[in-house]
Structures are given as C-alpha cells and as structure tokens.
C-alpha cells in the first residue's frame, strides 16, 4: 500500500502496547508503513514480538521488541526509558495492551479488578506521564488508546473490563480538555 505524503510518519518513533499479535500487530505495521521507527510492545510473548518487529523493519524503519509487564509498575517506568535508549524518544504512544477476564461479574475477585484497573487505567496515565514531556519539548505527539464495545455494549463476564476500558476514555479525554491543546475524538 502506498501511504500519501500527508499521512507519512517518516521520522517518528512509536511505543505500541500489546503489540505482539491482533489489533495492536496491525496498527504496529501500519505506524512502520507509514515511515515510524516502531517499539513492539509484549507482556510476555517475546516471540511473536520480534517476528512484529522484523516484519515492520521490512518497511524499512527501526523496529524493535519491548517487554514490559504492566501490572508492575517499575516494568512500567523502565518501558519509555528502554525505548528511548533503544529507537528514541517516542511521539506516538498507542496504548492498546489491556487485562480482561471473562467471569461473571458475582464471581468477580478482588484481584482480578484490581489487575484490570492497574493495567487498563494506571499504566496508561503513568505512559502518558512519561510520554507526554518529550511530546511537549519536540512540540509534536499523538496519543491513542483503544477501547472496547463493551464500553457501550456491557457484556455480563466482562463488567470489570468494561468499567476499566471507560475509565481510560475518561481519563484522556479529561487530560484533553485540561491541556486544551489536545484533542479527545472518542470513537466506538
């Protein structure tokens, strides 16, 4: 595919959460097919993380694997500072990794709310946090996140999820109206 001159992203360097396998592989390609050096981010299928990467690199970008569990949050610090080392400074950061559970929501543990809330929610406020500034001082980022149907569409096993998917759409479009400059277009 070509990709027209004012969708190249030539130049540009991508931090791609859950990017190892389906929606987040995907937009990985597309980022390196349009001209971004892209990270490919995996919890734990390293694998399948450097197959995304060599597969984005033949478009001929810098693409590399990224491990991070983000459940724990020094693995979270450690991701933008790797990444930096590694391929630069992100200014795309696409938070597309999340924890779901299929459980009943009377089944629903403790744990398992909290697991989801600290990967859907507060790992994706701490990657902006440490994103954002190196936006800021290039004066150029993009931030996306990816929500679920079952944000408008709740699912009885999946109440946990869908709160946590609402909060992140939340959570951003509440920094956008802070910041002013940037922009919230939620899409569903």
């Known amino acids: 595919m070509n990709t027209p001159a004012r969708f190249r992203l030539d130049g540009r360097r991508a ?3 859950g990017a190892s396998r389906g929606i ?10 349009a001209g971004a050096d892209v990270a490919i981010h995996c919890a734990s299928q390293r694998a399948l993380a450097e197959q995304t990467a060599e597969e984005a690199a033949r ?3 810098k693409a590399i694997a990224v491990q991070a569990e983000l459940s724990e949050p020094a693995a979270v610090e450690r991701l933008p500072e790797e990444v930096a080392a590694r391929l630069g400074e992100p200014d795309i950061l696409v938070l597309n990794a999340s ?3 299929r459980t009943p929501w009377r089944e629903i543990s403790p744990e398992a709310a909290l697991q989801q809330l600290t990967v859907n929610v507060v790992a994706s406020l701490r990657l902006i946090q440490l994103c954002e500034p190196a936006m800021a001082k290039h004066r150029w980022g993009r931030i996306v996140t990816i929500g679920s149907v079952q944000q408008t569409r709740p699912h009885p096993d999946m109440a946990m999820y869908a709160a946590s998917k609402c909060a992140q759409l939340s959570l951003v479009c509440n920094l956008a109206r802070l910041e002013q400059k940037f922009q919230c277009v939620p899409r569903v």
């Open 15 to 17: 931090l791609v959460t």
């Open 24 to 33: 987040g592989r995907a937009i990985a390609l597309a980022l390196a097919e």
């Open 59 to 61: 478009h001929g970008v």
């Open 99 to 101: 924890a779901q559970f």
